[in-house]
T-cell receptor, first 118, second 114 residues
């Protein structure tokens, strides 16, 4: 399966600032996915990023708040804009390619970026 | 609306005994169910999955059971080992196993005591 590197692994941010999270994959992938895990909550899909097209956002997430870049088949960034304490979460990058098992396509995740907004 | 529910936030088990982690879902259109394991400061890693046409899938110490009529699945780990201590997420997806529509539960923290 793919190896995913995420930076930063953690950060403490001030309210009103923006932070960009980078995701690097060791192989070319068509789709990259950005998830969020708020404290005590499940992993929630923010958006799907395809190379060469605009990201597709899930309900409740908008491009102005979470702009995404996908300049090539191995790299993507997620920016958390104008942060508030409610944005304190773990943000995870993931890709397909962990293999198929029982008919389900398996996602591989990065280690995540833990953001704390003061 | 939580479509995938893990009602036990934590579970403690003695080494060598069986760990049973439970998951309930509400959407009868889910076709595939997956379990992921997550250690601190690491991303979730895939553990085992099952399709809706089966009621059991086994991989070594790990077995997943699916009860479609009850919309319930469970992960059995036997024998449990201290290295199994982690957060376990249940996830479900619709027709075709579409990964971009994976719905996750909130996770269960398993602690295996030596």
């Amino acid at each position: 399966s793919a190896v995913i590197s995420q930076k930063p692994s953690r950060d403490i941010c001030q309210r009103g600032t923006s932070l960009t999270i980078q995701c690097q994959v060791d192989s070319q992938v068509t789709m990259m996915f950005w998830y969020r895990q708020q404290p005590g909550q499940s992993l929630t899909l923010i958006a799907t990023a395809n190379q060469g097209s605009e990201a597709t956002y899930e309900s409740g997430f908008v491009i102005d708040k979470f702009p995404i870049s996908r300049p090539n088949l191995t790299f993507s960034t997620l920016t958390v804009s104008n942060m508030s304490p409610e944005d304190s979460s773990i943000y995870l990058c993931s890709v397909e390619g962990g293999g198929w098992n029982s008919g389900a396509n398996v996602l591989t995740f990065g280690a995540g970026s833990r953001l704390t907004v003061l | 609306d939580q479509q995938v529910k893990q009602n036990s936030p934590s579970l403690s088990v003695q080494e060598g005994r069986i760990s049973i982690l439970n998951c309930d879902y509400t959407n009868s259109m889910f076709d595939y169910f997956l379990w992921y394991k997550k250690y601190p400061a690491e991303g979730p890693t895939f553990l085992i999955s099952i399709s809706s046409i089966k009621d059991k899938n086994e991989d070594g110490r790990f077995t997943v059971f699916l009860n479609k009529s009850a919309k319930h699945l469970s992960l059995h780990i036997v024998p449990s080992q201290p290295g199994d201590s982690a957060v376990y997420f249940c996830a479900a997806s619709g027709r075709g196993g579409a990964t971009n529509k994976l719905i996750f539960g909130t996770g269960t923290l398993l602690a295996v005591q030596p």
